[in-house]
């Protein structure tokens, strides 16, 4: 027996930030199923499994899911940045390319706090690894995109001492403009990034912070998030993991549970 097929999901929004924990206290068990060495491998196991019309149609579900809960997270934060402005006062959120950029903003932000990156020493481990990166990318002979761009989002020790500053006194990972576009710019151009900021800015959802216990940089302008985007990221995941779970046999479903 099959479940039924699940209503049309309605969201009830609420103003006040509740979503505030884990999307589970438990611990992930998940399960590594063995494929063959790339793709090709690997839809051969599937179409040779004897459930495979239930295994594509499942996948199939899968990537519906995580589309109508993007689309969902995307409709939300345009509808916030709307009582501001019209739409058309965000031109990089409103872009034909702009679901993807605020994506990429917000699960930066969203999976700083996930992973508890937050503090001082974890950030400090967090820009060591994207120099490293940055290293590796501009010595790959194959590399495509501009050295010197690259060059620049490498962190030196002075501006990465002036970063963890920041994140001691304030007590949480805010950073400059400029240094959130370089963080970011295996994803987008740090222009783009900072376009992007000037929309959500404007729309409310960033804000400027000020503190005068640091020493007065007028290039740092510090921008943190109001925690929006986070809040509304997470509930779209929520949403995403319930309509998978109706989309499940009872018997799948109940093997997920174990």
Not at 24 to 31: A, C, F, I, V, Y
Not at 70 to 76: I, K, L, V
Not at 215 to 222: C, F, H, V
Not at 242 to 255: G, K, P, T, V, Y
Request: proline share 4%; net charge negative; glycine share 4%.
């Amino acid at each position: 027996m099959t479940r039924k097929a699940p209503p049309e999901f309605n969201v009830i929004t609420n103003k006040d930030r509740v979503f505030t924990t884990d999307l589970t206290g438990k611990e992930p068990n998940l399960t590594v199923r063995s494929g063959g060495k790339d793709m090709t491998d690997a839809l051969d196991d599937i179409q040779t499994t004897p459930a495979s019309e239930d295994t594509v149609a499942l996948a199939f579900q899968t990537v519906e899911a995580t589309l109508r809960s993007e689309n969902w997270f995307f409709e939300t934060v345009r509808a916030e940045l709307a009582k501001t402005a019209p739409l058309s006062d965000f031109p990089t959120v409103m872009g034909a390319n702009g679901h993807d950029y605020l994506l990429h903003f917000t699960q930066f932000l969203f999976f700083l706090k996930a992973l508890d990156c937050t503090d001082a020493d974890a950030i400090a481990n967090y820009i060591e690894a994207h120099n490293a990166r940055m290293e590796a990318l501009i010595s790959d002979p194959d590399f495509t995109k501009s050295r010197n761009e690259f060059k620049k989002a490498i962190f030196r020790p002075v501006r990465k001492a002036k970063i963890l500053d920041t994140i001691r006194t304030l007590r949480s990972p805010v950073f400059a403009i400029y240094e959130y576009g370089h963080l970011l710019i295996d994803e987008m151009s740090p222009k783009t990034t900072e376009k992007l900021i000037e929309d959500l800015r404007f729309g409310g959802i960033l804000a400027r912070r000020i503190d005068d216990r640091m020493s007065a940089d007028q290039k740092r302008i510090l921008i943190a998030s109001t925690g929006f985007l986070e809040d509304t990221y997470r509930m779209s995941l929520l949403m995403q993991r319930r309509m998978i779970a109706m989309s499940l046999s009872d018997s799948e479903f109940r093997r997920s549970r174990e």
